[in-house]
């Protein structure tokens, strides 16, 4: 399982489209299997349905 959450300063942000960082975690069995953290490119909604695919190679 693949989660995105969107974070601020180390905690999760209340604003998924306006947060300065996404942290990727890949789950597997109830354990963290993988993570990686980066920046927001745009904040442009209409901008993500073509960015997430791009990332799914992690």
Do not use: Q
């Not at 069995?29 to 909604?45: A, D, I, L, M």
């Amino acid at each position: 399982m693949r989660i995105t959450i969107s974070t601020d300063n180390g905690f999760v942000s209340a604003y998924f489209e306006r947060c300065p960082l996404y942290t990727i975690v890949d789950i597997k069995e109830r354990k963290e299997k993988s993570h990686k953290k980066f920046p927001t490119p745009v904040t442009c909604p209409t901008f993500y349905p073509v960015f997430w695919p791009k990332k799914e190679s992690m």
